[in-house]
């Protein structure tokens, strides 16, 4: 697969990657950098190219980020039963941190938890260009209609309310990352 550094722009050839890998460090011979590689945002298009990352059959990286032990264990099984890979954060800055190392195929985000807030969050990642077109969902106990108008103005791609999580998580997540299922 070829590749080009997100620092210096220099193309790359990987021999070897993992499909559940996303994210790759490597270090560029050109600006002598560890940089991250997304195999979807970094993948160099060419009609000769046999394989891209994105076509590879695997398994998608969901990321839940709530400072709630149960959510967190409840979101986990749910996603993980429903073959999703499922990365846990406990607060804000930590769910920033992942989305900007890890690249999920998707995120979801509880509004209100220490040291960051989902809003702002979800801020942060729509400014900036390698997150910004990853699908959030935004989860919160609290559902208020002008708030959801406002999460979407945002850019979050739905909401999740928390009394229903079991019921809807599995199915939000799929029709976020696959779209809604055809009509009968």
Do not use: W
Request: proline share 5%.
């Amino acid at each position: 697969m070829l590749v080009k550094c997100p620092q210096c722009g220099t193309e790359i050839r990987l021999r070897e990657y993992f499909p559940e890998d996303r994210v790759m460090k490597y270090l560029c011979p050109s600006c002598d950098q560890i940089v991250r590689i997304d195999l979807v945002q970094d993948v160099v298009k060419t009609t000769s190219s046999a394989t891209s990352f994105d076509k590879i059959e695997r398994q998608q990286k969901v990321l839940i980020a709530d400072d709630s032990e149960i959510v967190q264990a409840v979101s986990k099984q749910l996603l993980s039963e429903a073959g999703y890979l499922v990365h846990i954060c406990a607060d804000g800055v930590s769910a920033l941190h992942a989305a900007e190392d890890e690249h999920p195929d998707l995120v979801v985000l509880d509004l209100l938890m220490p040291k960051m807030t989902g809003f702002d969050v979800l801020r942060e990642m729509k400014k900036n260009p390698r997150l910004k077109d990853i699908p959030v969902l935004v989860m919160s106990g609290v559902y208020k209609e002008n708030v959801v108008g406002f999460l979407h103005q945002l850019g979050a791609s739905g909401f999740i309310d928390k009394e229903n999580l079991k019921e809807s998580l599995v199915f939000r997540v799929r029709t976020a990352l696959e779209g809604p299922p055809p009509a009968a």
